[in-house]
């Protein structure tokens, strides 16, 4: 069986290398339409693109209305009933329109480049070649449901719902993002967004400094209390990036007002920053602090779920004849939402690159054979029994 399924899965590879000139025609087409998060109109046009791309691939689309951004897509493979297999892409990227004109798509040297190619079309592409090929000829495998949203690199407001809605239904979840030089995402930090806002009280700042409080000293007591909550043993950062306040010079700041990121790898040190942030009280007894905001994203912990998935992942790369390691990121993802209601997920099953958001963003175009290869025998591993 063992040797069976190597060869099938080596075959796949082989197959792919021979479609790797459609696979860049896709990757071509999907870079070459800009997605930036927060452009509607751009962002609509991708999708009837899409649809029609998947649909030519065998999948059933839904296109998901969407009035603060750019519509969802949801595309299924196989038949309903069965637990799915699935698959998380984004389509947005954080390039503005125009940056294609700028940069636009090349392939040099086995190298794809383009605004957004990394993170995440190839993935993208890879997840519609491995559900096609996983559901060519009616087969019995998994069924497969591909959510491809709009707003990921905004924060997932919209499509969070959608996507708790589909995990916990799911069998498993792989998410397309790019890898971490190759490696998969098995645990991610998670993200918290919040403000803390100061109130103090205005006075002239010379003839009667005594009657203000200064809002910018409530401040920076605060920020260092805040600062004073990290724990980086434990994986978690705590910081106040963005400050501002006062008025004039010659007044007593009334008001000051910071923000802060913070990252957790667990959810037990989320809970903590987030107990001890409310807990802060001002340093002066009439002085008013106010802490809003929350976790963005729910630390995605490394659960057995997700170590057994890994685990098969690595004895199926293993046949395929490549290596595949394992990482844990400061960054989050849609993968933080499906972990978080139970699910077991693979991230960064994606694209082999470099430079996410940056601008030597690029993908390795040899390696999409074999991580869509090794997609396609991970599905069909997870068939029932
Ligand atoms: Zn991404």
Known sequence: MQNRAAVNGKATVEVLRARSTEMLDDLRACVEIETPSRDKARCDAFVPF??????????????????????????????????????????????????????????????ARGPGVFDMKAGLVQALWAARLVHANGSAAPPITFVVNSDEEIGSVTSRAMIEDEARKARAVFVFEPSFHGAVKTARKGVGIYTVEVEGRAAHAGSEPENGINAIDELARATLAIHALGNPKAGTSIYVDVVSGGTVRNTIAAHARGEIDMRAATNAEAKRIDDALHALRPHHPEAKLTITGGLNRPPMERSPKIADLYARAKAIAMQLGFALEEASVGGGSDGNFAAAVGAGVLDGIGAVGEGAHAEHEHVHVGAMAERTALVIDLVRSLAAG
């Open 50 to 111: 899409f649809t029609e791309l998947a649909t030519r691939y065998g999948g059933r689309c839904e296109r998901i209305a969407n009035r603060d951004g750019g519509d969802h897509l949801v595309v299924r493979w196989g038949k309903s009933g069965e637990a799915p297999v699935l698959f998380l892409g984004h389509y947005d990227t954080v390039w503005p329109a125009g940056t294609l004109a700028r940069k636009p798509f090349t392939v040099t040297d086995g190298v």
